[in-house]
């Protein structure tokens, strides 16, 4: 793995990204980071992140926006809340891993056939169509999506299996008022 080194002067960091997170996540308390990396220790994950989550608080602390939401870290946490649990300072630490997905996402910054942000994507488009999520029809916007059609026949055996037990439908499923669920959604929006 080649690093490269990229010196980043303070007029190039976003002075309003701590303050984004902290909004969008809910964790007021990410300032209060001690860096004693208790939850990169704790984090089943750390050893296949490309920052542990201490750094990736300490990117967010500090402005470092563009480091933070590429990184494969916020893509790879399991959310098992150990971090968040074991943390001294208890910062929310899942709901800022979270937050940076969101943003990730709607900023567009993430590795291309990705397949978290397309199923993001995805299953919010059904449940804004139709109210509810149809496994089966997720499953195949994800792979299609993530231009990955072979991945499809892998996963067969498993679909006929769940299909023959009625775990899995072939139908679409929706809530009955699907009028009143996009007046709601529009209102939302609009409040936002």
């Not at 509810?132 to 072979?150: A, F, H, Q, T, V």
Request: glycine share 4%.
């Amino acid at each position: 793995m080649d690093i490269q080194r990229h010196v980043k002067y303070e007029e190039e960091l976003d002075k309003s990204f701590l303050e984004e997170i902290k909004v969008a996540s809910g964790a007021e308390d990410i300032d209060r980071c001690i860096q004693c990396g208790t939850c990169s220790s704790s984090c089943p994950m750390s050893v296949y992140m490309d920052s542990p989550p201490r750094k990736i608080i300490a990117m967010v602390k500090n402005g470092f926006k563009e480091e933070a939401l590429k990184s494969f870290t916020i893509w790879l946490c399991s959310s098992c809340y150990t971090c968040q649990v074991r943390c001294p300072a208890k910062i929310e630490i899942t709901e800022v891993m979270y937050a940076l997905k969101r943003k990730a996402i709607e900023e567009k910054v993430y590795p291309s056939n990705f397949p978290i942000p397309v199923l993001d994507r995805e299953m919010s488009n059904l449940i804004k169509k139709y109210g509810r999520n149809s496994e089966l029809w997720l499953i195949l916007r994800l792979y299609l999506k993530s231009k990955n059609p072979l991945g499809l026949l892998k996963m067969a055996p498993l679909g006929l299996k769940l299909m023959k037990t009625g775990r899995m439908s072939l139908k679409k499923e929706a809530i009955k008022n699907r009028n009143q669920l996009k007046k709601l959604l529009e209102y939302l929006k609009e409040e936002a």
